[in-house]
């Protein structure tokens, strides 16, 4: 499993590549800052049960035969990995 930072929370706000609003306090934030403890886990793909990073490429996995990108955000049929 991949580190969680800032760009993993539910409660980011991002406003560009780099940076992001937390909607908690309501600072500025670098979006690969790390985890405060408020951090709320986001739904995406890499989070989900379904996902299977790729042998080849860290970076780019498979969702039921597609392949995804760890970082996208997760679709309706989201199940935490435990």
Same mark, same amino acid.
């Given at each position: 499993?991949?580190?969680?930072?800032?760009?993993?929370?539910?409660?980011?706000?991002?406003?560009?590549?780099?940076?992001?609003?937390?909607?908690?306090?309501?600072?500025? =934030?670098?979006? @690969?800052?790390?985890? *405060? %403890?408020? &951090?709320?886990? !986001?739904?995406?793909?890499?989070?989900?049960?379904?996902?299977?990073?790729?042998?080849?490429?860290?970076?780019?996995?498979?969702?039921?035969?597609?392949? =995804?990108?760890? @970082?996208?955000?997760? *679709? %309706?049929? &989201?199940?935490? !990995?435990?």
């Amino acid at each position: 499993m991949m580190c969680d930072k800032c760009k993993d929370c539910a409660n980011l706000s991002a406003r560009d590549v780099f940076n992001g609003v937390c909607i908690i306090s309501k600072e500025t =934030v670098s979006i @690969d800052a790390p985890v *405060c %403890e408020k &951090f709320l886990r !986001a739904n995406k793909c890499k989070y989900c049960s379904k996902y299977i990073v790729s042998e080849k490429d860290p970076n780019l996995g498979t969702c039921d035969g597609d392949m =995804v990108y760890p @970082d996208l955000g997760g *679709c %309706e049929d &989201f199940t935490p !990995a435990e």
